[in-house]
């Protein structure tokens, strides 16, 4: 019996282990990526660095053309399908995952809504009064790729359940970065745009509401929306996250129905097969393409398509935006950015800020009886992930190019970002390394 529970919870958290297991080798890239930008920009070829970022690239046809920097189709259109698969995880998480019931979300939400706003006080009372007060959302964010990555490196001594915890804070992290974004880093609006946005929106929901399920259609529909929140003002990456909110998450068969219906078509194929026969005959294929239907059919179109996704977004779109962001010149000027406010509110609000926020509300939620531990966790392993959340790095810098227009100033920022989030993920190691490692 023990070993049929063992099976049984190992298959119920395969799709989380493979999702870590992938996070965490993404992570590892986006590292070398972001070491490659910040030596090649120090390098006497950093003008080639930055003329590449800043080459003009033309896409459409006749009257609707649309030319940007190839800095800029990274940022608003690949960051687009980033925020699309951030999307399709919050709502799978809200439906099935972690944060399907409300006590098993408590602690996460606790966590993530104190590590969003320790680190935004933090940061304001070094820059209050001053321009630079607007990049009060960089040090909110969590990468979750780096984050797991550095969990991925103490094997048994971080339990499964603190890695469930910390990537369910941190999706809940990015939803609040994501309303962040939406409502503090927006700039003027075109409502002729954001009505015809508004047309695609509800074509996907009625798409939804009737039951399509083929993806060409959200497809098609999800570029309108992008184009008309391009076009808009509000940041084009948000329309990543309505058109995930749109994608069905159910299933057009269930379970038993799935299992009769293979059966039936494994029999129709097993009725032909004969020895030294290698073609299939015309039942055999109409029963494979049956089954491939079948197969289409018992997992909803969310799954499937963040399952498409996730690798072209972890060895691809996050390594190309890290190369593409993280280049910052710091020459002369490096002892200066550690005594200006923008980098030392970040770096506070990254590394102390997070782990005040997200164990001090954890705590609050716990003793308040609206959370408790997961078996196998500890104060120390919650106080340990505290550390990583303050890996900001890749909403970090995402939220700072909406936040500063000033090249010097997010230069500064940068630098920030990329000094708290080493500290914090050398801390969190080290703080883990010395955690008694899990049994479980």
Not at 63 to 86: E, T, Y
Not at 263 to 275: G, N, T, Y
Not at 319 to 325: D, E, G, R, S
Request: include cysteine; glycine fraction near 10%.
């Amino acid at each position: 019996m023990k070993t049929t529970d063992t099976q049984s919870t190992a298959t119920l958290l395969r799709p989380f282990t493979s999702f870590f297991k992938l996070e965490a080798a993404g992570g590892i890239l986006l590292l070398i990526c972001a070491v490659v930008a910040l030596i090649w920009a120090n390098t006497p070829f950093a003008s080639a660095y930055y003329a590449l970022w800043e080459t003009t690239v033309t896409m459409g046809a006749g009257s609707l053309v649309i030319s940007k920097p190839l800095l800029l189709w990274i940022n608003d259109g690949l960051m687009a399908i980033f925020f699309f698969l951030v999307g399709l995880e919050i709502k799978r998480e809200v439906l099935t995952g972690e944060l399907a019931s409300p006590k098993k979300a408590a602690l996460a939400l606790a966590g993530a809504l104190g590590g969003m706003v320790a680190p935004a006080l933090i940061y304001v009372a070094f820059n209050a009064g001053t321009p630079t007060i607007s990049g009060w959302g960089i040090p909110m964010a969590t990468d979750i790729a780096f984050a797991l990555g550095v969990l991925a490196l103490m094997g048994k001594r971080a339990p499964l359940a603190l890695k469930v915890f910390l990537t369910a804070l941190a999706i809940v992290d990015d939803l609040g970065a994501v309303l962040v974004i939406a409502f503090f880093y927006t700039s003027k609006l075109s409502f002729v745009a954001l009505g015809i946005g508004g047309v695609f929106l509800l074509a996907l929901i009625i798409a939804n509401r009737t039951g399509v399920y083929r993806p060409a259609v959200y497809v098609i529909l999800g570029i309108g929306l992008w184009v008309a929140f391009l076009k808009s003002g509000v940041h084009a990456t948000i329309a990543g996250v309505l058109l995930a909110m749109t994608i069905p998450a159910r299933r057009r068969i269930d379970a038993p129905d799935f299992l009769e219906d293979s059966k039936h078509f494994l029999d129709i194929f097993s009725r032909d097969v004969k020895p030294g026969k290698t073609e299939p005959t015309a039942d055999q294929r109409a029963a494979v393409h049956s089954l491939e239907e079948a197969c289409e059919h018992i997992e909803t179109p969310l799954l499937r398509m963040e399952h498409a996704l996730h690798g072209w977004v972890a060895f691809l779109i996050m390594p190309l935006f890290a190369l593409a962001n993280a280049g910052v010149a710091l020459g002369g000027n490096l002892g200066d950015a550690f005594t200006n406010s923008v980098t030392l509110g970040i770096i506070f609000g990254l590394f102390f800020g997070k782990q005040i926020g997200v164990t001090g509300f954890a705590w609050v939620a716990v003793k308040l009886g609206w959370a408790e531990l997961p078996e196998g966790m500890t104060w120390r392993h919650i106080y340990s992930v505290s550390f990583l959340c303050g890996i900001g790095f890749t909403m970090s810098l995402f939220i700072a190019n909406l936040a500063f227009v000033d090249a010097a100033v997010l230069d500064s920022a940068k630098v920030g970002i990329l000094v708290a989030s080493v500290i914090a993920g050398v801390a969190g190691w080290l703080m883990l390394s010395r955690t008694t490692p899990s049994s479980s």
